[in-house]
Structure formats: C-alpha cells, structure tokens
C-alpha cells in the first residue's frame, strides 16, 4: 500500500490564465487515492483590479522588481509538511508577481524548507531573471527546486508586445481583431496535463522526485535573442524602481511624473534594445556560441529544454 502524498499548490492569477494552467497540470492527480492536493490560492489584502488602470499597472514596476510586494492574506494551511509544493505564478516586470512573493516573504512559507517544489510559469515570454529572483528565494528557505514548466504566450514578441497590454488595459484578450489572440494558446495549457501524468505516475511506481522529472520533456524553451534583453532590462528596472522609491518618499506626485518620464523611455528602450540586443547576438553568435550554449543550460535547468 503506498503511502498517501500531500500536495500543495499555492497560486495567483488575475485573469484566470495561470489557474487554467495549473488546473490543467493537476487533472491527471485528480481521483488518485495516493495523492491530496490541496490548492491555495493567494488573496492579496487589498485586490488588484483587472483591467489594469494605465499608470496603477507601471506603478507597480519598482515594488515588484525590488521584493517589496504588497501584503496578502495568511493562507490556510491543512498540515505543517508537504511531500510536495507547487508553486504556480505569473511574471510582472521580471519579475515573480507580488503576490508570489508576498508568500514567499511570509512565516507560512518556512513549510518549504527540505521540500521539493516545482515552479509553472504562464507570462508573455520573459521569465529568465523573475527565475532567478525565484531560485534565490527557495534557497533561502531551505526549499529543493526540482522542475520547472513554462508556458508562454502563442504570438511572437512584437505582436505579444501589443496584444499583452491590450488585454491587460481593456480585458479583452482579443483587442484588436486583425491580430492573434493575446496569451497562452488552448493547445499549450492542455498540454500541461503531460506533466500532471508524468507525476502522478512517479508516485504511483513510488519513484524519489527529483531533477530528472521533467528532463527530455520539452518543460521549458529558452529563447537565445531574450537573455541579454532581460539582463538589460531588469538592470534599468532595477536602477528606475529604486529611484522611483526614493522619489515616492518625498512624495506620491513627485513619483507619478518620474513614473510617466519613464514609461516614455521604456517605450524607446523596448524598441531599440530587445532588437539591438538581437542584432549584436546575432553577429556575434559564431564568437559567443560555446557562452550562449552555457547559458540557455543554465536558465534551462532544472527540467531542460
Ligand atoms: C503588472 C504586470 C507586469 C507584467 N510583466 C511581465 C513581464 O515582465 N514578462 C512577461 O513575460 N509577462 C509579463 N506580464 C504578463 C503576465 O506574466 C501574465 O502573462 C498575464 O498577466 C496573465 O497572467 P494571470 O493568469 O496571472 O492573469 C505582466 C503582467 C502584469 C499584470
């Protein structure tokens, strides 16, 4: 007789993508006699309205970049251990949503410590270095990432870089009628459930989890033109937010009009960096290939491309 599994699935999604992500993973754990899974999901303190106000959704740039989230409800946990977590979560401005963080950031989530936990990911495409920020805050807790999947959005950038925040300001997830649909595509989220099989079968033969669950599953896709363009990027969020911080101390107007002076040069940043970055990539692939090559193994690990 094999011992009862206890899981725990903590999430937050604000338009229900991430949920029918996560949904869509646990179907195959669902009706197993060996396994409980108890989902949680996150209620911040004061809600977060969808659609996003314009400047309320850049407002929350320099908080989510720098760790500082707003506050959340206390879970309500069933037990002190679980065999497993998940965590399922969103990227806001590369970084783990605020909610996300907030539970990572709270006494509850001690419960990882010598835990494995698995990260799902459901964003437009950037979620390299909300990744990190992600794998620094389980090492500190004592947790053992050991998969990660990753969903991102069906068009490619440019298109996704106009259709994600039509959704987001006007909650429509097809905003413009002569481009594709914004967010993760049906096919996509269905196939979450691959990875749902594949662990609920490695219970079911009592394998050990660990790194090797998801390998050679195609759990993630790294993309090579993407690497440099969040370094960047998170570098200038990182050096904006703090001053955007300091600016809000002084006072909450004097950070509106440093916040709109920004999301001018966001604009232009996006517009020339991401292809930039792309072109000098490109020309200096034959020179970077071995680096390039060690880095999407990296950002890829621990389930692989
Ligand atoms: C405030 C905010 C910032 C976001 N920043 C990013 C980002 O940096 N990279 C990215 O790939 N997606 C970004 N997204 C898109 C989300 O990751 C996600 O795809 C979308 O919000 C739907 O997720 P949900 O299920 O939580 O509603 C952002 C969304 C929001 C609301």
Same mark, same amino acid.
Request: proline content about 6%; charged content about 20%; overall charge positive.
């Given at each position: 007789?094999?011992?009862?599994?206890?899981?725990?699935?903590?999430?937050?999604?604000?338009?229900?993508?991430?949920?029918?992500?996560?949904?869509?993973?646990?179907?195959?754990?669902?009706?197993?006699?060996?396994?409980?899974?108890?989902?949680?999901?996150?209620?911040?303190? @004061?809600?977060?309205?969808?659609?996003?106000?314009?400047?309320?959704?850049?407002?929350?740039?320099?908080?989510?970049?720098?760790? %500082?989230? $707003?506050?959340?409800?206390?879970?309500?946990?069933?037990?002190?251990?679980?065999?497993?977590?998940?965590?399922?979560?969103?990227?806001?401005?590369?970084?783990?949503?605020?909610?996300?963080?907030?539970?990572?950031?709270?006494?509850? $989530?001690? =419960?990882?410590?010598?835990?494995?936990?698995?990260?799902?990911?459901?964003? %437009?495409?950037?979620?390299?270095? $909300?990744?990190?920020?992600? @794998? @620094?805050?389980?090492?500190?807790?004592?947790?053992?990432?050991?998969?990660?999947?990753?969903?991102?959005?069906?068009?490619?950038?440019?298109?996704?870089?106009?259709?994600?925040?039509?959704?987001?300001?006007?909650?429509?997830? %097809?905003?413009?009628?002569?481009?594709?649909?914004?967010?993760?595509?049906?096919?996509?989220?269905?196939?979450?459930?691959?990875?749902?099989?594949?662990?609920?079968?490695?219970?079911?033969?009592?394998?050990?989890?660990?790194?090797?669950?998801?390998?050679?599953?195609?759990?993630?896709?790294?993309?090579?033109?993407?690497?440099?363009?969040?370094?960047?990027?998170?570098?200038?969020?990182?050096?904006?937010?703090?001053?955007?911080?300091?600016?809000?101390?002084?006072?909450?107007?004097?950070?509106?009009?440093?916040?709109?002076?920004?999301?001018?040069?966001?604009?232009?940043?996006?517009?020339?960096?991401?292809?930039?970055?792309?072109? =000098?990539?490109?020309?200096?692939?034959?020179?970077?290939?071995?680096?390039?090559?060690?880095?999407?193994?990296?950002?890829?690990?621990?389930?692989?491309?």
């Amino acid at each position: 007789m094999l011992k009862t599994k206890n899981i725990l699935v903590v999430s937050y999604s604000q338009t229900g993508q991430l949920s029918r992500l996560t949904e869509n993973f646990l179907v195959p754990l669902q009706n197993q006699s060996n396994i409980c899974v108890e989902h949680c999901v996150i209620k911040p303190q @004061k809600p977060y309205l969808f659609p996003w106000k314009f400047t309320t959704f850049f407002n929350q740039f320099p908080e989510s970049v720098h760790l %500082r989230p $707003a506050p959340i409800e206390p879970l309500q946990l069933q037990w002190k251990n679980y065999d497993l977590v998940i965590i399922a979560y969103s990227v806001w401005f590369l970084s783990p949503s605020q909610p996300i963080t907030a539970f990572l950031q709270s006494e509850q $989530a001690h =419960i990882l410590k010598d835990t494995p936990v698995i990260t799902l990911i459901g964003c %437009r495409n950037m979620w390299l270095m $909300a990744q990190e920020k992600m @794998k @620094k805050m389980l090492t500190a807790l004592g947790a053992n990432l050991i998969g990660n999947i990753v969903k991102t959005d069906q068009s490619n950038s440019w298109v996704s870089f106009i259709t994600t925040p039509a959704w987001m300001f006007s909650g429509k997830k %097809r905003y413009f009628s002569w481009l594709p649909s914004a967010g993760i595509s049906d096919v996509e989220i269905q196939d979450m459930q691959r990875f749902g099989e594949k662990l609920s079968h490695t219970f079911k033969q009592n394998i050990p989890l660990d790194q090797t669950l998801f390998q050679n599953m195609g759990a993630v896709k790294i993309d090579e033109k993407l690497m440099m363009s969040e370094k960047v990027g998170h570098r200038s969020f990182y050096l904006w937010g703090k001053l955007l911080l300091k600016c809000g101390q002084i006072s909450p107007r004097f950070r509106r009009v440093v916040l709109y002076f920004y999301i001018l040069f966001l604009i232009a940043l996006i517009l020339t960096v991401v292809p930039l970055s792309a072109l =000098i990539k490109r020309l200096l692939k034959p020179l970077l290939k071995e680096k390039l090559t060690r880095q999407k193994r990296y950002f890829a690990e621990p389930s692989g491309e």
